[in-house]
């Protein structure tokens, strides 16, 4: 079987919600009991330290990108099977990328919002075709989707932007979407 492995966008803060931390850590246990391998920003604080811990306790594989600035703010997580230190934020989420065959978007700020567009825009401009899952916990990404409601709207995307990335409520539901698509890579 190939080896399959999940990029996670997702804040180094927890957030003001403990769901955000809860369905971080569900989505790190269920991608490790998937047999898959995590791709994340390779910190130890907030939500983004939360999937990584998750995926760990229950055996799970794990690769992390790290730029320089950021090992000290983010904490570096060394006991990684993989981790790597960039120069940079375009370099972390090059690697990133090209190391995993799906994305998901978890709550975030500044830095998960950049993630998500880069790789959607990439997808809008066939660059690639993985599967990118945004994970609603809590309709924390509500008004990201009216943003891009009214930027098809006023005409600066078509209505096809949004069959480019997929909206879930639960954890759950975004697993068994890339498991799916996991499945046809299969055959």
Known sequence: MKNFSVCVFCGSRSGDN??????????GTLIAKSNWRLVYGAGNTGIMGAVAKATQKEKGKTFGVIPDHLVQREVGKTDLDHYIVTENMHERKKLMFTNSDAVILLPGGPGSLDEFFE??????????????????????????LN?????????????????????????????????????RLET
């Open 18 to 27: 403990p769901d955000y931390v809860n369905q971080a850590e569900k989505l």
């Open 119 to 144: 790789v959607l825009t990439w997808a809008q401009l066939g660059v690639h075709a993985k599967p990118i899952v945004l994970i609603n916990v809590k309709n924390y990404w509500d008004p990201l």
């Open 147 to 183: 943003l891009i409601d009214h930027t098809i709207s006023a005409g600066f995307a078509e209505k096809s932007l949004k069959n480019l990335f997929k909206i879930t409520e639960s954890v759950d539901e975004a697993v068994e979407y890339i498991a799916n698509f996991d499945q």
